[in-house]
């Protein structure tokens, strides 16, 4: 009998999951980058360690859609410097949703919501993030919106199964 209770490779596999934001229940930005770290980080498994990368991917899609609440598209303002006198500079949530998109408005979020150490790169790297709702990941999402998607009438969790017995 093994004496390592979860820690498997099939424990440890990266599954894809899909988040559109253009779906009507999408929460504002706050919420919806604090979901994602939770994923990136594999906060939701059973085997999650601080010190061990066991987080899952995350396809955002339809970034431009972007949800804010109040007035934070005009007074919200991030800063950038770069240790020279003189070279702050600020630009607004509006203006950086005109200049970069909403992608990276969303992956500055999520940028803030993971710890920071040396793990935090490599989880940001698992983020893909698409002003439209077009991407190239559509083979690779196993849950699409939380849900398990179906693949040739049997469910991933079956087939996840099948491959642990073999």
């Not at 059973?46 to 609440?69: F, M």
């Amino acid at each position: 009998m093994s004496q390592t209770v979860g820690r498997t490779r099939l424990a440890y596999s990266r599954t894809w999951h899909h988040i559109s934001l253009s779906s009507a229940h999408t929460p504002p930005l706050g919420r919806l980058a604090s979901r994602i770290a939770v994923i990136l980080m594999g906060k939701h498994k059973p085997i999650w360690d601080p010190s061990t990368d066991c987080g899952d991917y995350v396809v955002a899609t339809s970034c431009a859609d972007l949800l804010v609440t109040g007035r934070k598209m005009q007074q919200k303002t991030y800063y950038t410097h770069s240790t020279r006198p003189g070279s702050l500079k600020e630009i607004s949530l509006e203006a950086l949703m005109r200049k970069w998109g909403g992608g990276e408005v969303l992956r500055k979020a999520v940028r803030g919501m993971l710890p920071k150490n040396r793990l935090r790169d490599k989880r940001l790297e698992r983020l893909k993030v698409f002003e439209g709702a077009a991407h190239p990941y559509k083979d690779n999402l196993v849950k699409v919106d939380g849900r398990t998607r179906m693949v040739d009438g049997l469910e991933v969790r079956g087939e996840m199964e099948k491959a642990r017995t073999v």
